[in-house]
């Protein structure tokens, strides 16, 4: 069964850092793109980083230089470090991955994990 799994969110004020983590279950996170998206309240859900299968990575301008997408392949991992957090990064956040399950490819989302930035 395939399953993202996020973890590490919390509290910090303006200027602080955070590390999320997501543990991919399976299937293999190396073989995909696995990406982070946020959505805040009464915001739509927005892309915020991606890696791609090749280790390549992407980001959204808003977090360009503050925040840095890693993979973890022997643990089946992917971690999203936060540094310089300001109030609008607070949301909800969520690592997701289109994945063939076997029979179809089907989009999986993480329960999330809340981020609260305060300044």
């Known amino acids: 069964e395939v399953q993202l799994v996020e973890s590490g969110g919390g509290s910090v004020q303006t200027g602080g850092s955070l590390r999320l983590s997501c543990a991919a279950s399976g299937f293999t996170l190396d073989a995909y793109t696995i990406g982070w998206f946020r959505q805040a309240p009464g915001k739509e859900r927005e892309w915020v980083a991606i890696?791609?299968?090749?280790?390549?990575?992407k980001y959204a301008d808003f977090v360009k230089g503050r925040f840095t997408i890693s993979r973890d392949n022997a643990k089946n991992t992917v971690a999203l470090q936060m540094n310089s957090l300001k109030p609008e990064d607070t949301a909800v956040y969520y690592c997701?991955?289109?994945?063939?399950?076997?029979?179809?490819?089907?989009?999986?989302w993480g329960q999330g994990t809340q981020v609260t930035v305060s300044s």
């Open positions: 890696m791609r299968s090749d280790g390549t990575t």
């Open positions: 997701s991955s289109l994945v063939n399950d076997g029979l179809e490819y089907k989009t999986y």
